[in-house]
C-alpha cells in the first residue's frame, strides 16, 4: 500500500516536471520579448545621440540602415564625465611664490640675514653694554656728589643730613659695582675675536681661456702638497719628526705665495685675453704673442710647484729612514719654489 502510494507521487512529479520542460522555449521567449520591450522603453528615454555620448546616431551607408542591437542584449548608458577639478594652491605654496618675485621681500629677507650675522650680534651688544654702563657712570657721579654734599652740610642749611649722606652712599657704592662689572663686561666683549667665515676654492678661469688648464693643475697641486704637510707635521711613534716643523711652515708660506702669483699671472692673462677680443684684427697677433709668453711662465711656475710637491712626497715616503736627504730635498724644493715665486711676484 505505501509502496503503490509512492510509486503514484513520483510518477506524478515526473509528469509536471516534463510539462515544465516542454514549456521552456516559451518561457526563453517570453523572457526575450520583456526584455525587448524594456530596451524600448529606455530607449524612449534615452535617445541614441545621447546613449553614444552626445554623438549622432549612425547615418545608414549605401541605402541600408544601420545596424541595431539584437533583442535581448541590454546596452547600458555610458555615464557622462566628470569635469575636471583643479585644486587651489595652498596659501603657503603660494605666497612663497609671490614673495619671491617681489623686490621687497628679498630686500626685508637680506636684511634679516644680515641681522643675523655673529658680527651684527656682537655689535648690537657691546653697544647695548656701552650704554649701560654710560648710565651706570652717570648715576654713580649723581650720588656721590649728593653724598658730598649732603655730609659737608651744604644741601641743607650749614647742618650735615647723617641719614641722607649714608643712604647716598649706599647708592653710590651699588651702581659703582654695577659700572665696573658693566666695564668688564664690555672689555670682554672688545676681545672676542669672531672665527672667519670658511674661503671656499678660488674661481677658475673660464673654460675658453688659456690660464684655465694650469690653475687646475694648481688647484690639486695644491690639495696633495697640504695633505702632504700634513703628515710630515705629525711626529712618527718615537717622537721625532721627518722634517724639521720650521722647514715644513716654511715651505707652507712659500707655497702659499707661489700659488698667490701664480693666480695673478692667470689674471694677466685673462685681462689681456678680453682686451684681445675687443681689438682689431691687425693688433691681435701682438697680444696673441704676450698671452704665449705668459703661459710659457705661467707653466713653467706651475712646473716649480710640482716640484715642491714632489718633495714633499719624497719626505713623506722616507719618514722612516734617510731623514737627511728627505729634509734636503724638501728645503731644496722650497728655496726653488720661493725664488721662483719673486719672480713671479716681480712680473704681475
Known amino acids: 500500500m505505501g509502496s503503490s502510494g509512492r510509486r503514484r507521487d513520483f510518477s506524478e512529479f515526473n509528469a509536471k516536471l516534463e510539462k515544465h520542460i516542454e514549456r521552456l522555449p516559451d518561457y526563453a521567449q517570453r523572457a526575450q520579448e520583456k526584455a525587448q520591450r524594456a530596451q524600448e522603453k529606455l530607449q524612449r528615454y534615452f535617445p541614441p545621440a545621447e546613449e553614444a555620448g552626445g554623438k549622432p546616431a549612425a547615418k545608414p551607408v549605401g541605402g541600408k540602415p544601420a545596424a541595431q542591437p539584437k533583442p535581448g542584449n541590454f546596452q547600458h548608458r555610458p555615464s557622462p564625465p566628470r569635469p575636471m577639478v583643479r585644486r587651489r594652491p595652498t596659501v603657503p605654496t603660494t605666497f612663497a611664490a609671490v614673495a619671491g618675485q617681489m623686490p621687497a621681500v628679498a630686500e626685508a629677507r637680506a636684511k634679516w640675514d644680515r641681522w643675523n650675522e655673529p658680527a651684527a650680534k656682537l655689535e648690537r651688544r657691546k653697544r647695548r653694554t656701552s650704554r649701560v654702563l654710560t648710565l651706570w657712570i652717570l648715576i654713580t657721579i649723581m650720588l656721590g656728589v649728593l653724598t658730598v654734599l649732603a655730609g659737608t652740610g651744604l644741601l641743607a642749611a650749614g647742618a650735615p643730613e647723617i641719614g641722607q649722606a649714608v643712604l647716598t652712599g649706599f647708592g653710590t657704592v651699588v651702581f659703582g659695582t654695577f659700572s665696573v662689572r658693566t666695564g668688564l663686561k664690555l672689555r670682554g666683549l672688545n676681545k672676542v675675536q669672531l672665527p672667519s667665515a670658511p674661503s671656499g676654492p678660488p674661481p677658475l678661469p673660464a673654460a675658453g681661456s688659456v690660464a684655465r688648464e694650469p690653475m687646475e693643475r694648481l688647484a690639486e697641486s695644491e690639495a696633495s702638497l697640504g695633505e702632504l704637510l700634513n703628515q710630515l707635521a705629525v711626529p712618527s711613534s718615537l717622537g721625532t719628526f721627518a722634517v724639521p716643523e720650521v722647514s715644513v711652515a716654511d715651505a707652507r708660506a712659500t707655497a702659499e705665495q707661489a700659488a698667490l702669483a701664480l693666480r695673478g699671472l692667470a689674471g694677466r692673462i685673462q685681462a689681456i685675453e678680453r682686451g684681445r677680443n675687443s681689438a682689431p684684427d691687425r693688433e691681435r697677433g701682438a697680444l696673441d704673442a704676450a698671452v704665449g709668453k705668459l703661459r710659457e711662465q705661467l707653466d713653467d711656475g706651475i712646473e716649480g710647484y710640482g716640484s715642491l710637491v714632489a ?30 715665486a719673486l719672480a713671479l711676484k716681480d712680473l704681475s
Not at 722616507?318 to 728655496?335: K, N, Q
Open 311 to 340: 718633495a714633499a712626497g719624497r719626505a713623506v715616503a722616507a719618514s722612516s729612514d734617510g731623514l737627511g736627504t728627505s729634509r734636503e730635498a724638501l728645503t731644496d724644493a722650497t728655496d726653488h719654489l720661493a725664488g721662483l
